[in-house]
Structure formats: C-alpha cells, structure tokens
C-alpha cells in the first residue's frame, strides 16, 4: 500500500516538474498512513523542497485510488 502511494507520487512528480528534475521512491516519505477494512490513505511528501503535498486514497470497494496534490504556501502560529 505505501509503496504504491510512494510511486504515484514518484509518476506524478516526474511527469509534472516544470525543471525536469527524476525523483525515485528513495525520495518519497509517508507522513501518516492509516488502513480501515479494505481502505487506505497515505499521506506523503518528497525530500525536495517546493512545498508539495500529496493525499492518496485508496478505495477497496470500488478498487480505485484518488489522489490529492497540494501545495503549502505558508505556515505560522495563531495564539
């Protein structure tokens, strides 16, 4: 399950960075993973830094995957 997610994103990546620059699985890490019955999400991110996001679900009914790419624009603390 997390190897698939890690090479969605890994495709994804690699067909959509404007440099032209190849990531491998090596380069994906999951921030968070969870499985209920015969469902699946995988949260990940890549080691480079352009701030991408990216939500993979997987749905075990249907067999299908969705996946969900985001970018952080920024980050601060609210008190």
Known sequence: ??????QIV???FNNHNIKNHKIT????YVVWFCKTLQN???LAATNIAD???????????????Y?????K???FCVK
């Open 40 to 42: 699946w999400k995988v």
């Open 10 to 12: 890994v495709d994804y």
């Open 73 to 75: 624009w920024e980050n």
């Open 25 to 28: 699985q090596d380069d994906v």
């Open 51 to 65: 701030g991408m996001y990216y939500e993979i679900t997987h749905n075990g009914d249907k067999n299908e995957t």
């Open 1 to 6: 399950m997390q190897e698939k997610a890690k």
């Open 67 to 71: 996946v969900d790419v985001y970018k």
